[in-house]
């Protein structure tokens, strides 16, 4: 895709009032705009994006930061129960905290499942640190396509061969990481959950990426964030849940050109 250099990963931690954050960030030799900043899904992690934020590095000649969220991979434990506006949460108690000790003034927030509802959320809540919005497979409201994907996974976890394999990502916080994502996305009181009022206040350019399979999400699902927030839809045809792993290349270019329309806040 591209014959830039190979960006150089390094790990901080930042405090927050739990505990630590766990940062990685991938930067290019040559930096040439604002950096982009990935909100994982329910149970990932920073390890879980695998080689994408060095490639998005490279084939965007930005720096990308991508962290563990607190509760999971390499960040501090914790024992609470999500509240209903978890998502928006991030975006309020989180986001400023990594701004303040990474230095980010303007960036690009990018999330995958329900890190693109955390991204959406950021963009609504900081539209002056946000210079664009990229979703892939985010969900903005909870259809019965999404519980009912949800309680499938709630019985493979049930599995201990399947709980020792997320282990490998969250080590002994692997049981709360899948019960902070089943257990309520499942609860009865969060089924009116939407990111309907957030999607009314994003002003930036915004990308909307769903593979066309999505198990946890219908079409219906990015075409309501594109519609809301003028943003450009791309629907994947053959892909599903995780199309940054099932089709890199093509995720990859559709960001790169994206954000090469968009070089300066």
């Given at each position: 895709m591209t014959d830039r250099p190979t960006?150089?990963?390094?790990?901080?931690?930042?405090?927050?009032?739990?505990?630590?954050?766990?940062?990685?960030?991938?930067?290019p030799a040559t930096v040439a705009a604002d950096p982009v900043v990935l909100?994982?899904?329910?149970?990932?992690a920073v390890a879980l994006w695998r080689d994408f934020p060095g490639r998005l590095a490279q084939a965007t000649g930005r720096r990308v930061i991508a962290y563990d969220r607190p509760g999971f991979g390499q960040s501090s434990a914790r024992a609470d129960v999500l509240s209903h506006g978890f998502v928006a949460e991030e975006?309020?108690?989180?986001v400023p905290l990594l701004c303040r000790d990474l230095g980010l003034t303007r960036f690009v927030a990018c999330g995958h499942s329900v890190g693109g509802g955390m991204a959406v959320e950021t963009a609504a809540h900081h539209p002056d640190r946000v210079s664009a919005l990229i979703t892939i497979a985010a969900q903005a409201l909870v259809e019965e396509q999404t519980r009912a994907g949800i309680r499938l996974a709630r019985q493979a976890f049930a599995q201990p061969a399947e709980l020792?394999?997320?282990a490998r990502y969250h080590g002994d916080k692997a049981r709360w990481v899948v019960d902070a994502?089943?257990?309520t996305w499942l609860s009865p009181d969060f089924a009116d959950w939407s990111l309907d009022a957030a999607l009314s206040r994003v002003a930036c350019?915004?990308?909307?990426?769903?593979?066309?399979?999505d198990e946890y999400g219908s079409v219906a699902q990015p075409e309501r964030i594109a519609a809301a927030t003028g943003g450009q839809l791309v629907i994947l045809p053959g892909l599903g849940h995780v199309p940054h792993r099932?089709?890199?290349?093509?995720?990859?270019d559709t960001i790169a050109r994206f954000l090469a329309a968009r070089p300066v806040a």
């Open positions: 960006p150089t990963a390094s790990d901080s931690r930042i405090r927050w009032p739990g505990g630590e954050i766990f940062v990685r960030s991938w930067v909100f994982h899904d329910s149970l990932g975006a309020t108690d989180i020792d394999r997320l994502w089943t257990e350019p915004t990308l909307v990426i769903h593979g066309e399979g099932e089709a890199p290349d093509l995720v990859l």
